[in-house]
């Protein structure tokens, strides 16, 4: 280790007393751990330095913070309790201060793979793809940045097109830096942290990449990890440890002046960070009291400091009920391991800075604008943000049809049996008529509720939690419940509503049932311990007696219209009202075909040939039928026919009556042109035109109905909506599956265009094309793909065409 090192940070990292305790503990046979520690901060320290170069703007992740969260380590932990640590945690603890942020200094080689996104046609080589593709799916998922970028531009305006690509690439290095870190590690140091005997490795990793997740995935990590004769790590402790050290690095060491002004930091976020961390002036931290010193010049720095210890008390709640966890299995008491932390951070010497003359520069009060719920829902409701009341049960459908969905995918993993399942219930009830959904699905805990089912526009299948869960359980489904705004849709047809829950947590292991009563939206939730034995949820709606769309129905009506919003369940479900059972499969949606939707324009016709196509692409997430009408006289398929035409003359002058069939978009219409003579005597020419085979379409996304036809006139056509317009008729009966998704409004009524529309309809259009083209010789193949790329500029149909082999 070269005398560089030494003077740099070596001295600072011998006044820690972790480090102290680890080279005590270390004699001769573990010596070889202090020279792995200091080898991994030499890295760690020296690749951290890279860090300023690509995320500039951001509150500093330097060297200076990592000692800093060692230092705070030592505060955190104490000191009789640092000597009852086992050197392997003690090595783990203090290497992770240097790696956790690892991932913020991202290779070079990575970076311009990220940037050529930006290109207009990029030039991938094989090793950038992976970089590549990653950063393009954020980027896609981001439109509204990507079309910025694309104005500023169009405008010449590059310089500032720069800088927002470059928001995004720094942007992209935060929320990525912690799998970023794991992947850094197994490149760099797989097989190289060990203790003994044993490779830490792996455990290592889990603990920095623990630092960005939620805490209670802590839980998950080994408790009692066996590193040698009766050596043992308590992973969760260590992280635990971590993530507190990391977040209370909370002062103007992180935003030093200078920098802030060599940087002219200009992005607002980075301005409130900056400006947050340079009003923080000291803090007093350990087991009895977190304190931070504050004088700030604005009121907005003083919320944001609030709104920052805000977070830190959330996480202090959090890490003291998982080392209450700890202590319960007597993983960390057994080894004499005390460790306290404040439950919430004091807040007495945040204050509004004084002016010379001892007066507060401002009055802190924590008002802004707050939006009113009662006016806000009302508006929503009011312009009929769902339309058609039966929306509430098909909200209520999806949002069973997801949590079973999970559950399923939850079961697996954990290698149990189990049946997905879903009842739908219309029935009277003390002379209340009530809509039920039951599932076994996920179901809720108080968690749950708080954080998405009570917040209107807070979707849990948005959520990092949604996704943590999914891939602990490498779910492979789409969920359709996405825009969390849909219980408001219970409201439009029920004054209350009532729901039992209780939530899976692991095999066997679940939480305690409650039971919830809402009456209306603007009702506090009357919350009460539930009967419910195994996890799922019941929803049961009181329907009024007005304004109830099933009211003047049928049972048979009701059922079909639950046909109508689910068409294809991807398990049972199972319909039941008064008198009447059905139920329902998924085997139910491949008894339908396209054929049930043709009306009397499909009607037989001599010089119509008709093609009926399956489309069971699971392959391609596309499955169900459709219908072609292709225009064709003896055999080969046409533009135009000419049926009648003949010219007369009348009185001296001549007239052309005429009677011909013409393909154009997504329909083939009759023209005819006649004469008639009026009560005068005077002739009159006149034109009619009828469509011969009228185009038409039903869609559903996941097995859910979307509403919609997907040929709309185009005068009728919203912006933004999707559209076909290809050069034949066709009906449409179709459900998206398995991986393709599409993106919809909010009330999940109409599909929106983008990437995943394009995609999708070049794949329709090819397989479409495709099985017409298999079904005919190749000279009729020729001269119908002839006749279709004359009459339509659809490019995205165009490039599915011109996919097809023959």
């Known amino acids: 280790m070269s005398d560089d090192y030494k003077d740099e940070y070596l001295l600072r990292l011998e006044k820690s007393d972790l480090y102290k305790v680890l080279k005590e503990k270390c004699d001769k046979k573990d010596s070889e751990i202090v020279t792995l520690v200091n080898s991994g901060i030499s890295y760690a320290f020296q690749r951290t330095k890279t860090i300023v170069k690509h995320m500039g703007e951001f509150t500093l992740h330097d060297g200076d913070h990592l000692f800093r969260v060692l230092n705070l380590m030592g505060k955190l932990i104490p000191k009789e309790s640092i000597q009852n640590l086992s050197i392997p945690e003690l090595a783990i603890l203090i290497l992770s201060s240097f790696f956790h942020d690892i991932g913020m200094a991202p290779e070079e080689k990575e970076i311009l793979a990220w940037k050529k996104v930006f290109d207009y046609e990029p030039e991938v080589e094989d090793n950038e793809k992976n970089d590549f593709e990653k950063f393009h799916r954020f980027i896609v998922a981001r439109p509204e940045s990507k079309e910025l970028i694309t104005e500023l531009i169009i405008k010449g305006k590059h310089s500032e097109a720069e800088i927002q690509k470059a928001y995004l690439i720094t942007e992209y290095i935060r929320i990525t830096h912690a799998e970023r870190a794991k992947d850094i590690i197994a490149k760099d140091w797989s097989n190289r942290i060990v203790f003994r005997d044993v490779d830490l490795t792996i455990e290592f990793a889990q603990i920095c990449y623990s630092h960005n997740e939620n805490a209670l995935t802590l839980l998950d990590l080994d408790q009692n990890y066996l590193c040698g004769e009766n050596i043992y790590s308590c992973l969760p402790l260590l992280g635990v440890i971590l993530r507190l050290a990391d977040i209370l690095d909370f002062d103007a060491k992180r935003t030093p002046p200078t920098l802030f002004s060599h940087l002219n930091v200009r992005h607002p976020i980075s301005i409130k960070e900056w400006n947050k961390h340079r009003a923080v002036q000291a803090w007093e931290i350990n087991s009895d009291k977190i304190q931070f010193n504050a004088k700030c010049k604005h009121p907005a720095i003083e919320a944001s400091i609030h709104e920052f210890c805000d977070l830190i008390d959330h996480e202090l709640s959090i890490c003291n009920n998982i080392l209450s966890t700890l202590y319960d299995s007597n993983q960390i008491t057994d080894r004499n391991i005390s460790i306290r932390i404040p439950f919430q951070v ?161 095999p066997h292991k679940s939480s305690d049932a409650i039971n919830i009563t809402v009456e209306g939206q603007e009702s506090i939730f009357w919350i009460k311990d539930g009967l419910r034995e195994i996890p799922g949820t019941t929803t049961k709606l009181v329907l009024r007696k007005e304004k109830n769309p099933w009211d003047e129905m049928s049972e048979n009506d009701f059922i079909e219209s639950i046909d109508n919003v689910i068409p294809n369940p991807p398990f049972q479900i199972n319909i039941h009202t008064i008198s009447e059972k059905k139920v329902k499969n998924q085997n139910s949606f491949l008894e339908q075909t396209s054929t049930s939707l043709k009306d009397r324009t499909w009607n037989s016709h001599d010089n119509i040939r008709i093609f009926e196509i399956e489309l069971n692409k699971k392959e391609l997430g596309i499955i169900g039928s459709a219908s072609i009408a292709i225009l064709e006289s003896q055999g080969i398929p046409k533009k135009k026919i000419e049926l009648n035409s003949r010219d007369i003359e009348i009185e001296g002058e001549m007239y052309t009556l005429e009677k011909k069939i013409t393909i154009s978009e997504n329909s083939i219409s009759e023209t005819s042109k006649t004469i008639t003579i009026n009560d005068e005597g005077e002739i009159d020419e006149s034109h009619s035109n009828s469509e011969l085979a009228k185009s038409r379409s039903k869609l559903s996304l996941h097995g859910i109905e979307v509403p919609t036809t997907l040929f709309p006139n185009s005068w009728n056509t919203k912006n933004n909506q999707v559209r076909i317009s290809w050069p034949f008729p066709l009906i449409l009966f179709i459900d998206i599956c398995d991986q393709r998704d599409l993106d919809l409004n909010s009330p999940r009524t109409e599909i929106i265009m983008s990437e995943k529309w394009v995609d999708f309809e070049e794949a329709i259009a090819f397989t479409i094309c495709q099985n017409i083209a298999d079904q005919v010789s190749s000279e009729y193949w020729t001269s119908l793909q002839e006749i279709f790329e004359s009459e339509t500029e659809n490019k995205v149909f165009l490039a599915g065409l011109r996919r097809v082999k023959k």
């Open 346 to 506: 004091n807040r007495e010497k945040i204050q509004t800075q004084k002016d010379i003359h001892n007066k507060p520069l401002y009055i802190y009060r924590n008002t802004q604008f707050n939006l009113s719920k009662k006016q806000v829902i009302g508006l929503l409701m009011g312009t009929k943000l769902y339309g058609n009341p039966e929306v509430a049960l098909r909200e209520l459908l999806q949002n069973s049809i997801d949590a079973c969905l999970l559950r399923k995918a939850q079961e697996d993993k954990w290698g149990n049996l189990y049946v997905p399942e879903i009842s739908v219930k219309y029935y009277k009830e003390e002379g209340d008529i009530i809509l039920e959904v039951d599932d076994n699905g996920t179901g809720m805990d108080q968690y749950i509720i708080d954080s998405y089912y009570s917040k209107i526009g807070s979707s849990f299948y948005k959520s990092a939690d949604f996704y943590d869960l999914k891939s602990k359980s490498n779910a492979d489904f789409t969920p359709t419940s996405r825009f969390g705004i849909g219980i408001l849709s219970c409201f439009m047809v029920a004054d209350t509503l009532t729901v039992d829950t209780k939530r899976v947590y692991a």
